[in-house]
C-alpha cells in the first residue's frame, strides 16, 4: 500500500507541473504575463512584432475615424430634407437642347406612361 501512495503523490505533483507548463504556454501564446511558481506575474518585453501591430492598430483606428467622418457627411447629403433629387432631375429634362447631336439619349415619355 505504501508503494501506491507514493506513485499517487507523484502522479499528482507530475499532473500539477505538467497542468502549470501548458497553462504557461498558452498565456505567453498570446501575449499575457507568466505566472512564476508563487503566484507572480511576469511581464513580457515588447517585441517587435507587437510594436509593429501596434502602429498599424493605431493606422487602422486613423483611417476608420475617417471613413466615419466621410460616412456622416454622406448621410447629411443624402438625408438633407433641401435635397430633393426628382426636382433637380426635372431641372435637367425641362433644360433645351441647343443642337440634335446633344439630345443622343432615349426619349422618356414619361407624359404617355403616367396618363396609361
Given at each position: 500500500m505504501?508503494?501506491?501512495?507514493?506513485?499517487?503523490?507523484?502522479?499528482?505533483?507530475?499532473?500539477?507541473?505538467?497542468?502549470?507548463i501548458?497553462?504557461?504556454w498558452?498565456?505567453?501564446?498570446?501575449?499575457y504575463?507568466?505566472?512564476?511558481?508563487f503566484?507572480?506575474k511576469?511581464e513580457?518585453s515588447?517585441s517587435?512584432?507587437?510594436?509593429?501591430?501596434?502602429?498599424?492598430n493605431?493606422?487602422?483606428?486613423?483611417?476608420?475615424?475617417?471613413?466615419q467622418?466621410r460616412?456622416?457627411?454622406?448621410e447629411k447629403?443624402?438625408t438633407?430634407r433641401g435635397y430633393?433629387?426628382?426636382?433637380?432631375i426635372?431641372?435637367?429634362?425641362n433644360?433645351?437642347?441647343?443642337?440634335?447631336a446633344s439630345?443622343?439619349?432615349?426619349?422618356l415619355?414619361l407624359?404617355?406612361?403616367?396618363?396609361?
Amino acid at each position: 500500500m505504501d508503494g501506491d501512495m507514493k506513485i499517487f503523490v507523484l502522479l499528482i505533483i507530475a499532473i500539477s507541473t505538467v497542468g502549470w507548463i501548458i497553462n504557461n504556454w498558452i498565456r505567453a501564446k498570446h501575449g499575457y504575463p507568466l505566472e512564476d511558481e508563487f503566484g507572480g506575474k511576469t511581464e513580457q518585453s515588447d517585441s517587435a512584432e507587437t510594436k509593429r501591430l501596434e502602429a498599424e492598430n493605431r493606422e487602422l483606428h486613423t483611417k476608420l475615424d475617417a471613413m466615419q467622418d466621410r460616412m456622416i457627411v454622406l448621410e447629411k447629403i443624402v438625408t438633407d430634407r433641401g435635397y430633393s433629387l426628382s426636382d433637380e432631375i426635372e431641372a435637367l429634362r425641362n433644360l433645351p437642347a441647343t443642337t440634335p447631336a446633344s439630345d443622343s439619349g432615349v426619349p422618356l415619355n414619361l407624359e404617355e406612361r403616367t396618363k396609361a
